[in-house]
Nanobody, 120 residues
Framework: QVQLVESGGGLVQPGGSLRLSCAAS????????MGWYRQAPGKQRELVAT???????NYANSVKGRFTISRDNAKNTVYLQMNSLQPEDTAVYYC??????????????WGQGTQVTVSS
């Protein structure tokens, strides 16, 4: 089995910061791309940021300049540093990983999600 476990969500005031973490574990051979997506009530799930195994990053326009995605390959972990948070950033944030299992099969996995609430 492969599991993605997120942490770091919570309540923060506008202008504040949070750092999300997502650790992958299990029978993993290699991880290609990891990323963060978010979904607010009544909204479709949207891409926030992705990072490849070569550390090439991609960001949604709404978070460019405020969020930073990074990864630690030795720990199979991806991070999302969120600065200058605004109420519109409120959502459930989901970790995603595209990876190759030891079996040789390639899968796309999702974490359970972590709530981020930006409010005064």
């Amino acid at each position: 089995q492969v599991q993605l476990v997120e942490s770091g969500g919570g309540l923060v005031q506008p202008g504040g910061s949070l750092r999300l973490s997502c650790a992958a574990s299990g029978s993993i051979f290699s991880i290609y791309t990891m990323g963060w997506y978010r979904q607010a009530p009544g909204k479709q799930r949207e891409l926030v940021a992705t990072i490849t195994s070569g550390t090439i990053t991609n960001y949604a326009n709404s978070v460019k300049g405020r969020f930073t995605i990074s990864r630690d390959n030795a720990k199979n972990t991806v991070y999302l540093q969120m600065n200058s948070l605004q109420p519109e950033d409120t959502a459930v944030y989901y970790c995603n990983a595209n990876l190759k299992r030891i079996s040789g099969q390639i899968y796309n996995y999702w974490g359970q999600g972590t709530q981020v609430t930006v409010s005064s």
